[in-house]
């Protein structure tokens, strides 16, 4: 087929340059290329603040229905009353959880969540003529997202450090309120893996300076059914729904990062967002939230993701939601006590666990000259995803653990023995633990020439 | 218990281990007067038996349509090997591959989705994925804007998508950064390279072109750039990845070709989905890779010399420079770039090259036969690619929804957005429209305009019929 009435000048003298390849060669391919990925379907996946918990099938499925996948997103409403219905719905369970008085379902990750409620609190401070407020306090041990998050809403973000039970430190917090605060953000539990026990204290603190309380709903998890965050005082909130809500995390996303605020954001809200009158489902757009901070994106969300977190939702059902802190938490509890009982350092040992823990491995490095990394490595033998490394930033050669409720005992058992074994061949060995891991399919990568001599994409024809 | 797989003795040998008497002990240090009430809007657990019964209703109840609608979202055939691999639970359940050696098949797919989208668009670099095309082109706007230090303004053509500039809009303002919107030709539906030069360049960083603009027409790319260059603008090309198989790509326009292209992903293999997830993608050349958002695979080799692949780069993002970083984004898109590259490699460039000459084909075909009905004309003389604009003399709005009454979405309703062009749609056939499904598309319209013609809505209303 040639093209006879789009000008030469418009159009491309060559074809693209890309793989010819027959389909029985792409599915060998593609297949043999997944093979070499741990996953959570086929490994244990403790990574530290990411939620690494199964995928249950049936959400899939029914996401992936025909009449939802074909759906245009500019088709009439009239089109997806029963996609809308879903939504609505999880809307309000997702109200219900957090406690908050409204929620958008329209950011696509939880960093465009994050970026949504400090837009909102910027919408806020205007709405009242008050723009002094130029600042953001972010905790040390923030997710890198909170003070990145603030630039790009044009903030300036200050610090507040932590204090030696791993909690906000109060009275520097004190100390760095004012005129100038626009808000505070807050994981909670923390990124430390502690439930923030002056949580109250801080609320009152940022708001009694005129400031709002932005929750990080990184760890969301380890208190559905707890406590809410709009009970904590939390004026606006993410949610990450490929963490709490079981989405996949498909190599690297698509996420969701709905947002809930109580009364004060209200008007505030990203669109569109899903209404019901009469039975009739509909999309609020900038016609009825005038003062929203509008679209974030070309449609109205990840609505494949969304469809997961529904179905997800109502499989568990309020009992279900209970159980998944509960779980959670017992997991990380008991996953902890063993560790700490074979002789594995806790970075904050009086603290229960929430649903992570960190474990700190100065003393070993001391000892033997093993690192942090080279134990994350050596797990990967051991057939193990290796937990979070180096993160938070402040606890040095740490691992941050988060086992999720739906790993089993046996499973936490066999984690506990290989962390073992690796800590008696650091002694014994330390060579055989610095150069892992040596099962997998390469071993280790040189990262300096990745960066020095950049290959990002295949040169040659 | 759904998806927890702890038996009642192992519960007990866990407390005990713990050395706790109770799960609710765990939660000991949470403040009594936070402790929740009961949940009292989250329904009661349903097995996947039911929930498969009310996920198939609510999806009966929304049904099927014959599909004319584009925008930025397009219909087209994805083979079934694409979601089939896609959905593999080593890819779908994996996580961003920050345990390099674990995560090779992840980090190669991502390298030749970087290596097939800069080859479609002609240029150096690419990066691992961003959320959506109008978010892409959002921090395309933020990376032109750091990369020009001092200019705080970028030239927005108002033939992108009015959602698009929205969107950039809303997410660029915060940094003090401004866009100054064009006009548009009301012939051409393009913009021409006359209008463009009016505008001063003071402070100006970059001028976005969408190739093909959001009513499918094709823009003097060639032109644009080379203007956009002899004043000291950056180029933004804003593109679709099909169209990249038959139009000249970004990185060849004008002399010194676009610095940076972006644009929504979902055309190759992503299905529409009422919106998402899609993803969006950004290629530049070399010279701008330390601008680029997000995760970037570059290949290197392992301690045997063997080669393999790792994250790059990693100076640029939030969890290494915090405040400092060029984008907040962490989790971006990469199920969806998996399914992409599937597409893009079962394809191949001259399957690519086939699927956009057999939408062209297909919206020449139906513009030409629309545009004979009374009441209906094509608007815009100038080439175009995928979609097209036709002009009624009734409201567009009502008769998209008569459409709708015979499984017909029939395209966009222009009219709120672009009110200068009067009453207006913009319409789209993809290579998955039959001809009997076109045919039927003018039979219907031309029904619904001529009975409209002879029974006017607003005679109705004065005769007191509806």
Redesign the interface.
Known sequence: MEVTDIPAEFLREDLAPLPAVSELQVVRHYTRLSQSNFSIDTHFYPLGSCTMKYNPRACNKYAMLPEFLMRHPQSAVTTGQGFLQCLHELQEILKDITGMKGVSLTPLAGAQGEFAGVTMIRAYHDSRDDQRRDEILVPDAAHGTNPATATMCGYKVREIPTDAEGDVDVEALRAAVGPHTAGLMLTNPSTLGIFEGHIQEIADIVHEAGGLLYYDGANLNAIVGKVKPGDMGFDVIHMNLHKTFSTPHGGGGPGAGPVGVNDRLLPFLPIPIVTEEGGDYRWLTEQDLPQSIGRLSGSMGNAGVLLRAYIYARLLGKEGMNRVAEFATLNANYLMAQLRSRGFDMAYPTRRAAHEFIVTLKTLKEQTGVIAMDVAKRLLDKGYHAPTVYFPLLVPECFLIEPTETESKQELDGFTDALVEILEEAHRDPELVKHAPHTTPVTRLDEVKAARELDVAWNSE | ??????TES??R???D????DS??D??????ED???L???????????ME??R????????????V?F?G???Y?HHI?A?V?E?T????????????????????L?????F???M???TGL???N??L?????ALAEAVLAAVRAKKKATKVLMPSTI?P??R??V???VR???IELIELPFSEVGGHTPVEIVSQQTTDDIAALVVPQPNYFGV?EE??ALTDWAHDHGLLVIGLVNPIA??????PG?WGKQGADIAVG?GQPVGI?????????GFMCCK?KL?RQLPG??????????G?P???L??QAR?????????T??????????V?AA??Y???L???G???VA??C??NT?RLLNSLAKIEGVEKLFDR?F?HEGVLRLTQDPSAI??AL?AQGI?GG?DLSRHYPQLGDTMLVCATETRTDTEMDNYELHLERIMSRRRLDPPCAQKVAGKV
């Open positions: 218990m759904p998806f927890i797989p702890h192992e519960i040998d866990m407390l281990v713990i050395g706790v799960i609710d765990l939660f000991d240090e949470i403040p936070l402790r929740a009961a949940l009292s809007l989250v329904p009661e657990g349903i097995n996947e929930i498969g009310v996920m198939m209703e609510r999806a009966n109840k929304d049904g099927l349509y599909n609608i925008g930025g979202a219909e083979p090997v979601w691999l959905t593999r639970g080593e890819f779908y359940s994996a996580y961003t591959p920050y345990q390099a050696e674990a995560s090779q098949g992840t190669q797919l991502l390298y030749e970087q290596t097939m800069a080859r479609l150096e670099v690419s691992a994925s959320y959506d095309g109008a978010s998508s959602v698009y929205q969107v809009s809303n997410i915060n940094q003090g094709l790319v060639d990249m198989a038959l139009l000249k790509p060849r929504e299905p529409l989905s009422s919106g998402g997830p899609y993803f070399q890779i995760r970037i695979v570059g290949r290197t080799v392992d301690t045997q063997r393999g692949f790792t790059t780069l993002e939030q969890h290494i420079r915090r405040s400092k970083a984008s907040n984004i962490c989790t971006n898109q990469g199920l969806m998996t590259t599937i893009i490699a079962l191949g460039a001259d690519l090259r086939r000459l057999q062209h084909a020449k080439p690619f998209l929804r709708e979405v966009i």
